[in-house]
């Protein structure tokens, strides 16, 4: 399915107005459905993960609901046709309804299975301030703030002038004030010379963390850029996988991480990069997906930020909602991601 964006994402990587999704249920021989989701930004790309989300499926059929087994199984099946990419989204779709599922089964939400408790992640607005008109940043960053009482929120750079990247910091701060944290994102927009460049000439501006300025996976650029600007550079929501943050661990580039659950392989993958993370001393934050985010951050020893947006909301039945810069994950047992079936409907397209 496609659903519409409250704002369009626009950053170097291209301008998305709507939102590709897939949507995952199992069921279990007792009739317990559960459910996730995956946002793979090309809608494109979508018949090639169904195809292998259902041949998971054909795979684990009649099989005890064990998604750390189903996990290792899958990794294993998909072997030869390689383990990231398309491969790793299928398993991690699967692997996230499965653990609702397992959730569902106990009773209980999906953080009280894995030893935790519900309770208030901080977090920060990543709704808006893409790159578009400066001119209407501070306005957006301050209805941002007053979206959920943020202290912090996300502003894209990367763009073509430094002084445009100044600029749009300057529109922020008339918007919100210099006590909100502002994060910036330049999604890998740089090469490696002008990211030296250009976060040296930003390490004054009090910016919280400097986001993938250079091709995600140049482990040894990260590594460089860390050594030579002062604000701390943020990468991750790349990762294939918990080996692509253990090879930056080793390359010593990472004082903070993030990740994505659709590409660090679900729950499953995440409890096993958090625990690199926490080994390492690396603050590990989480990229999209709030509703499941909200209960393993609780459960991340090196736990930092939540991403906080509202892009998968038109199709969920009880969309979470952020209380003074906080998110709280549901007390329903599971992960609190349930369809509303008639907006499903509205929004669902011919794979």
């Keep these: 399915m496609i659903v519409p964006?409250?704002?369009?994402?626009?950053?170097?990587?291209?301008?998305?107005?709507r939102w590709p999704m897939v949507l995952v249920d199992v069921e279990t021989s007792d009739g317990v459905v559960g459910s996730g989701y995956i946002a793979p930004y090309r809608a494109a790309a979508m018949p090639a993960i169904v195809a292998e989300i259902n041949d998971l499926g054909e795979v684990w059929h009649g099989k005890p609901i064990a998604p750390v087994d189903a996990f290792t199984q899958f990794g294993k099946?998909?072997?030869?046709?390689?383990?990231a990419g398309i491969s790793l989204i299928a398993r991690a779709a699967v692997d996230m309804a499965m653990w609702d599922a397992l959730a569902k089964t106990a009773g209980l939400p999906l953080v009280q299975l894995l030893g935790g408790t519900v309770g208030p992640v901080r977090a920060y607005n990543s709704n808006g301030l893409w790159r578009h008109e400066?001119?209407?940043?501070?306005k957006e960053a301050a209805e941002?703030?007053?979206?959920g009482g943020f202290t912090a929120m996300k502003l894209r750079l990367g763009h073509p002038r430094l002084q445009d990247d100044l600029d749009a910091i300057t529109a922020v701060r008339e918007g919100v004030g210099p006590d909100v944290d502002?994060?910036?994102?330049?999604?890998?927009?740089?090469?490696?010379g002008?990211?030296?460049?250009?976060?040296?000439?930003?390490?004054?501006?009090?910016?919280?963390?400097?986001?993938?300025?250079?091709r995600y996976d140049n482990v040894e650029g990260y590594g460089k850029l860390e050594q030579r600007v002062r604000t701390p550079v943020q990468l991750g929501e790349n990762y294939y996988g918990p080996r692509d943050l253990f090879n930056s661990i080793k390359a010593g580039t990472v004082p903070y991480a993030m990740a994505d659950l659709m590409r660090i392989g679900g729950v499953t993958g995440w409890l096993q990069t958090a625990g690199l993370a926490a080994a390492?001393?690396?603050?590990?934050?989480?990229?999209?997906?709030?509703?499941?985010?909200?209960?393993?951050?609780?459960?991340?020893p090196t736990a930092h930020w939540l991403e906080w947006v509202d892009w998968a909301n038109p199709v969920l039945a009880e969309p979470t909602v952020p209380v003074d810069g906080h998110i709280t994950a549901s007390t329903r047992p599971g992960t609190g991601v349930a369809w509303d079936e008639a907006a499903v409907n509205k929004y669902l397209v011919s794979t």
Excluded: K
């Design 5 to 17: 964006l409250r704002r369009p994402v626009i950053a170097d990587i291209g301008r998305f107005d």
């Design 144 to 147: 941002l703030r007053d979206e």
């Design 280 to 300: 390492a001393g690396t603050q590990l934050s989480s990229h999209l997906y709030p509703e499941i985010a909200s209960h393993l951050l609780r459960v991340s």
């Design 77 to 83: 099946s998909l072997n030869v046709v390689g383990i």
């Design 194 to 214: 002008d990211a030296v460049r250009r976060c040296h000439d930003l390490d004054d501006q009090g910016l919280y963390w400097l986001e993938e300025p250079i």
């Design 182 to 192: 502002v994060m910036v994102d330049f999604n890998q927009a740089l090469g490696y």
């Design 134 to 138: 400066i001119s209407t940043l501070a």
